[in-house]
């Protein structure tokens, strides 16, 4: 499928989703290491300076997990009611990977996030706690984001085939815009972006989108 006027992202109006982007994650040798993610951070990094730069939003999306497997999902529910240690409330291996964070003294509200409220973390940037894989569900992201105006998001974070594919799939499904940053985001695959854009999903590198969002 090829872009057309209702599927061109809109740069004025875009907001930047990170998801799940932890130490848990992403570090090597944590507990539950997404291989490739930590090689992703970079390219974040520059997209996150970008729209650092321009004041526009940014939102770090997240797991939590209580150390009773209570809030976790049927398929991880036993390892964590085991004692398996993945993205825990209050642990730092929930926190957000440093590099990515404003400041290095930022960190998680736990209360408040599981509570389904945003945390704001800088001017234009926050912190969202979502429950399931995709970033919509039982959250108040659409209307957070439609309070700002935005049309257009554009997705990266840590792998693909579950968190950030389900929340793309929900954006489509919500009528935004949306570009996918292929070289931001942990174990990207081929008949995966070609699914993509067969949805009308804008592919970039992080190196495109800078030019692209760069420009006047």
């Known amino acids: 499928m090829t872009e057309n006027d209702y599927t061109i992202p809109n740069k004025s109006n875009s907001a930047l989703i990170i998801i799940d982007v932890q130490k848990d994650f992403s570090m090597n040798g944590a507990p539950a290491e997404i291989p490739g993610t930590i090689e992703v951070i970079g390219p974040i990094q520059n997209l996150i300076k970008k729209y ?113 594919r389900t929340t793309i799939y929900e954006a489509s499904e919500r009528d935004f815009k949306i570009v996918f940053i292929k070289d931001g985001t942990s174990r990207v695959y081929d008949i995966g972006l070609k699914e993509l854009e067969n949805i009308g999903v804008s592919i970039m590198d992080t190196g495109e989108f800078v030019c692209w969002i760069s420009a006047n």
């Open 52 to 164: 650092r730069e321009k004041g526009k939003p940014i939102v770090h999306v997240i797991r939590l997990y209580q150390s009773d497997g209570s809030n976790v999902d049927l398929c991880r529910k036993k390892v964590i009611e085991d004692g398996k240690q993945m993205v825990i409330v209050g642990t730092d291996g929930s926190e957000i990977v440093n590099d990515l964070k404003p400041s290095s003294t930022t960190k998680l509200n736990p209360g408040l996030l599981l509570s389904g409220k945003m945390q704001k973390i800088g001017k234009a940037e926050w912190v969202l706690y979502k429950p399931r894989w995709g970033a919509f569900y039982k959250t108040n992201l659409e209307e957070h984001l439609r309070k700002m105006g935005i049309d257009t998001l554009v997705i990266c974070g840590c792998n693909f085939p579950n968190c950030p």
